[in-house]
T-cell receptor, first 115, second 110 residues
């Protein structure tokens, strides 16, 4: 079974630009979550989607947004980029269980550098 | 406030020298504790899920245990290939999001 894929793997942008990152979950997984990872803050939750609906959102400004498509693929968008947005952006997918207590499987991440 | 604290931040071991990593958590309504391994430049790799106090899981040289306030990841006779950052995460609280600790960076020298 193929794992979670993320594109692109590396991205360099300048301040003020916007960026769109893509994530394809494991086949059959309908839940997709996004995280930002930086050396200082570690892994921080951005948002979670299930069946095209945002279920949860972390404490990030409105410049960070996302969506999920009917095939469970997801995109996240960051507008008006700031230097502090430089990070590894990770996508994770999980299968749905009625208990909701499900492990997440991560992709390789997209390394975003803002100059 | 929901919180996950891992210790130590870094651990250096000789090959074969067993040790434990700690993950203490404060969360209302724990709905699962997860251990991941992360190699440099890669996404976290899922290791274990623990749901209730007293539960234990094993995989090769790794064994994870859970109490009401903390979890331990025991590494028995580690090898250099076990070198990585080990992340602990809990799902719980009002939102049910995954909350990660900062990780323990393990280095195993031959």
């Amino acid at each position: 079974k193929a794992g979670v894929t993320q594109t692109p793997r590396y991205l360099i942008k300048t301040r003020g630009q916007q960026v769109t990152l893509s994530c394809s979950p494991i086949s059959g997984h309908r839940s997709v979550s996004w995280y930002q990872q930086t050396p200082g803050q570690g892994l921080q939750f951005l948002f979670e989607y299930f069946s095209e609906t945002q279920r949860n959102k972390g404490n990030f400004p409105g410049r960070f947004s996302g969506r999920q498509f009917s095939n469970s693929r997801s995109e996240m968008n960051v507008s008006t980029l700031e230097l502090g947005d430089s990070a590894l952006y990770l996508c994770a997918s999980s299968s749905f269980r009625t208990s909701g207590y499900n492990e997440q499987f991560f992709g390789p991440g997209t390394r975003l550098t803002v100059l | 406030e929901d919180q996950v604290t891992q210790s130590p931040e870094a651990l250096r071991l000789q090959e074969g020298e067993s040790s434990s990593l700690n993950c203490s958590y404060t969360v209302s309504g724990l709905r699962g504790l997860f251990w991941y391994r992360q190699d440099p430049g890669k996404g976290p790799e899922f290791l274990f899920t623990l749901y209730s106090a007293g539960e234990e899981k094993e995989k090769e040289r790794l064994k994870a245990t859970l109490t009401k306030k903390e979890s331990f990841l025991h590494i028995t006779a580690p090898k250099p290939e076990d070198s990585a950052t080990y992340l602990c995460a809990v799902r719980g609280g009002s939102q049910g999001n995954l909350i990660f600790g900062k990780g323990t960076k393990l280095s195993v020298k031959p």
